[in-house]
């Protein structure tokens, strides 16, 4: 059986993460230290998963220096990547953390603007590199100009080949991907409350919120609230999954190796209780890690038992 995991990352990016002692706006901060990783929603899970030893492919769209940059980068980890070239140059995010607080400041480019013609040409590939898939994970904004049901046309085509899908988008994108019935969904609370336009007040509304989303056919919802932990809604089952106490480097990718674990609980057949501790799990780590640096699957399995689990 096919195990290749595509990651699909139309607006990646080079993340350039910077620590601080203390962050102060509106003034001089002075940078202590700096790294560069190749960065994007769906990059940052192909990384966990080739660190995972799982077969995956980083496709998506890259442009300029900066997107060689990227691809170098990729390339390094021996990670598989099929980009096509896009005019102009591949964003540079802006990562701040603040030494004192352990907060991350983000600041995240629009991203370059892919012409028409290279959005039919990607999709079109897309089709026909799928067949090689067993699971596509979507994931990040989309770039500038690109048509907000695209995530949706892309879900569309996986569902027609019998691929799964797992979607960690926001805004209109998610909104309309949620329309063309994804496998799987991994929104953070506030993306969620976006997307009810609402303010949740007990965890009881944020299990309302998921199961609306099961009842229109997707199989899981993952909703990742931060130091909370996580809440995973299926047809039958609810988990509350409390992440053990680390100390945060940099949260940023803590999402995507949410979506990584879940990905590879996929393939080898793990039951929702499971998918519910390896995803809290596999964020965690990489919570506790700087950069856009991912957790191992030997942390990972070495921590499971350290998350509290709860079927509610
Ligand atoms: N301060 C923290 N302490 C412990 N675990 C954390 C902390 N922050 C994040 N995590 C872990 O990371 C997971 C994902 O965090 P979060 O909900 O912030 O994801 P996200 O918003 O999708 O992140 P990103 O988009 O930056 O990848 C949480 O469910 C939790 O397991
Ligand atoms: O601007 P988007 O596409 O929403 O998010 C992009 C991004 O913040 O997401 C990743 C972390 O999840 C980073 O590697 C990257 O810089």
């Known amino acids: 059986m096919m195990k290749t995991v595509y990651t699909v990352t139309l607006n990646p990016a080079v993340d350039k993460t910077v620590t601080v002692e203390r962050f102060t706006a509106g003034e001089l901060n002075r940078i202590k230290t700096m790294r560069i990783d190749a960065g994007g929603k769906g990059i940052n899970v192909a990384k966990v998963l080739h660190s995972f030893s799982v077969s995956v492919v980083a496709c998506g769209i890259q442009a300029g220096h900066q997107g060689k940059v990227l691809l170098d ?168 999954a409390t992440p053990f106490p680390i100390t945060p480097l940099s949260t940023v990718g803590a999402g995507d190796s949410m979506v990584a674990a879940m990905a590879y609980c996929l393939l080898h057949q793990k039951t929702a209780g499971e998918i519910a501790r390896w995803t809290s799990a596999a964020g965690t780590i990489t919570a506790s890690k700087s950069g856009t640096d991912v957790c191992t699957l030997d942390q990972v399995e070495e921590s499971l038992e350290r998350v509290k689990l709860q079927r509610l």
């Open 73 to 240: 980068k990729l390339q390094q980890k021996g990670i598989q990547s099929r980009f096509i070239e896009a005019e102009g140059e591949t964003r540079t995010n802006l990562k701040v953390v603040d030494e004192q607080s352990k907060q991350t400041t983000e600041l995240n480019e629009a991203g370059c603007i892919p012409s028409k013609e290279l959005l039919e040409q990607f999709l079109a590939r897309y089709e026909a590199e799928l067949d090689e898939a067993s699971i596509v994970v979507l994931g990040g904004s989309l770039p500038p100009g690109t048509p907000m049901d695209y995530y949706r046309r892309l879900i569309d085509i996986a569902n027609r080949k019998g691929v799964r899908t797992i979607l960690d988008a926001d805004g209109e994108a998610l909104a309309l991907g949620i329309e063309a019935v994804p496998f799987a969904l991994k929104p953070n609370i506030h993306e969620l409350e976006a997307l009810y336009e609402t303010k949740f007040e007990s965890e009881e509304q944020i299990i309302a919120a998921a199961r609306r989303l099961v009842n229109k056919g997707i199989s899981y919802v993952l909703v990742s609230m931060g130091s909370k932990g996580s809440i995973l809604v299926n047809e039958q089952e609810v988990y509350r």
